[in-house]
């Protein structure tokens, strides 16, 4: 793939014409140079392939021939059909996103004077390990609002277009002069009338539940040309400290609850509480029954479940891009900078705009680089293993099953390392054309 | 100055304040993160349970390195983080020197087969660790090194060995032909002239090697979850069995994690470049 560029880039290796041995070696002597590789390369990557292709023949307890049996078993067993259709989601989506994101990035940070900063940036994920990454994004997608950093940004967007209540399990107490209302919420069972200040206690929200800016509740005072009132919670802990109905020192205003005053199923004014739970409604409410809407309490918008069975694996696939759009970036990069200037200034003083540019100069020209950085990460892709495991809870991990993750748990938790091996040479099959590639590309390159 | 030329360096300056938006935002999605883990371990952990990150922004007097503390104090931990130098160094030493020797042979000796043998090693750049998992295991477990550091160094030796060899080889055969004729006028035997004159020559190459073969194993889980047990595992290991009870144990996982990433994070910045082209050379893994 991108390797024949020996580190430090630049063109592949000019080879001597005749590359007879300078040194006039002797064979033995070479033997020894290659032999602790060739003996370590065959011990640990050339014997467990042939290993793995006749294990995967064998039943479980390696003892029984088993024909295609553990290849069937790729298809039919639940967990591993889940672990095929994810991978080609991951196979499918990352590399393309990533390449993608890879090449928009290259292109933008040339026009920036802080470009390599944003470089590094980027790139930086790439240094670090996926059981970090993954540490990382396990955090990122806390489902709490108030600890994961994603659904926090999601919840405040979500509120600021929706308003959220504050009151979601308040309800009223004991003798209390509320009533659950017909189509949710509660209403006062007597009606109202100025004058006479009216009371809605209600009980329920958590301490810590409550408003921030809510204050000590006040008792309203009366007012002969409108409807006052107060709404708090009416609860002071301790047997028998508060007085039920009447409002006690530490006890707070229901600060922002909707009220709404209804006569014959209209609604004919509406207010909301002050931080001490104080309203006050025109004298249009007199003789109205005053209800609280159920949008008080309703439970709070609680964001996305982003490791929830569904959004899972794009969750992992978004961390994953997270770590590999750098590699993306810096390979195509380095391809932009081998284009030559004048090819697109040329394109330019033609009249063709930036996108013109960019769709039929800059791109087709970085074909090749293109192909060989999503192939890589296609290969890339097909071995994920760490980031599932650990940014998956127990709870969702069947859903975001991957094959290297199937291959662990059918191999060393499961005790079936036929079927473990079967899905090894699987995998192996899928990269042999790539290898083939590798081969054949450099076979040109040594035989001069 | 014409209207259409003032018409176009507006939309140009319009463009440019977008893109320039544009790359904020990305660069913020990519800062967030790792920023919301490190600020994670420098907070209390009874805070950690019922608050995020960013509360530290209004509440900086809740930074303290409690957990870091506790964590050293754990001796599994700095067990572990002691097992992860003692696997790295040793398998990433390994790598240059064998792929070094084998290297050379390939660029520069002459035998049979050479270019076959070449090819073969080329081909297994592209396999995948997995393969290997289950026939390893029983070969381990059979000569007794299951669950030993020696293990581990191995296997990871073995899948450093393609690449290595791959890229010296190639680095190798652009040394000048001149230089190895004169060194071997003067006499050179044969271990003399890879250590004084290929060795040195190849120092670009071999950095390169270097870091990305020490990243790759510093980083490694996979391989380290299967072929360590409780004595020998490095801290991605350790860190992992933390994971399963995610949530009540943020104060061991947020500084765990970002101690593992000191390392690589150092090299990375302190070898950009080296890294890049490690990178760029090692797109085939």
Known sequence: MASTQAAGGGAPPAAPKSRRSVTGTRRAVAALFLLPAL??????????????????????????????????????????????????????????????????????????????????????????????????????????????????????????????SAFPKAHPGRESPLEAAPGGGFITKATVSAGTPVTLPLVGVAPDQMPDDAKRAVQAKADPDGITGTTWQDFTRGKGVGTLGGVDASELGYAGLRIEAVKDGKVVASTNAADDGTFTLPAAAEGAQLRLPPDNFKEPYNGVDWLGPSLVTPSIIVSYIWMWAGFAMVLIAAGLAGIPRDLLEAARVDGAGEWQVFRRVTVPLLAPVLAVVTVTLMINVLKVFDLVFIIAPGSSQDDANVLALELYRKGFSEDQPGIASAIAVFLLLLVIPVMWFNVRRLRREVRR | MSKESLGSRLASFVSGGLVRVFLVVVGLF???????????????????????????????????????????????????????????????????????????AFAWMEFPGRDWWFLGVVGLLVVPVQVALIPIAELFGNIGIFGSLIGVILFHVGFGLPFAVFLLRNFFAEIPRELLEAARLDGAGELRLFFRVVMPLGGPAIAALGIFQFLWVWNDMLVALIFTDADSQPITVALQTQVRQFGNNIDILAPGAFISMVIPLVVFFAFQRQFVSGVMAGAVK
């Open chain 1, 39 to 164: 003996v370590l390369l065959g011990a640990l990557v050339v014997y467990p392939i042939g290993y793995s292709v006749i294990r995967s023949f064998y039943d479980q307890s390696g003892d029984g021939f088993a024909g295609f049996d553990n290849y069937q078993a790729l298809f039919t067993d639940d967990g591993i059909r889940t672990a095929l259709k994810n991978n080609v989601i991951w196979v499918v989506f990352a590399p393309t996103v990533a390449t993608a994101l890879g090449l928009i990035f290259a292109v933008l940070t040339e026009r920036v004077r802080w470009g390599t900063a944003f470089k590094l940036v980027v790139f930086m994920p790439m240094a670090i390990s996926m059981l970090a990454a993954g540490i990382i994004f396990r955090l990122v997608y806390d489902q709490d609002p108030d600890k994961g950093v994603a659904n926090a940004v999601w919840v405040g967007v979500h509120d600021t277009f929706a308003q959220s």
């Open chain 2, 30 to 104: 990519w800062l967030v993160p790792t920023i919301g883990l490190l600020l994670s371990s420098l907070r209390p952990p009874e805070e950690m349970t019922v608050s995020g990150w960013w509360e530290v922004f209004s509440k900086p007097s809740q930074l303290t390195f409690e957990s870091y503390d506790k964590l050293l104090g754990n001796s599994d931990i700095t067990d572990s983080i002691l097992n992860t130098v003692l696997i790295t160094v040793p398998a990433t030493v390994l790598v240059v020197v064998i792929g070094s020797l084998a290297g050379y």
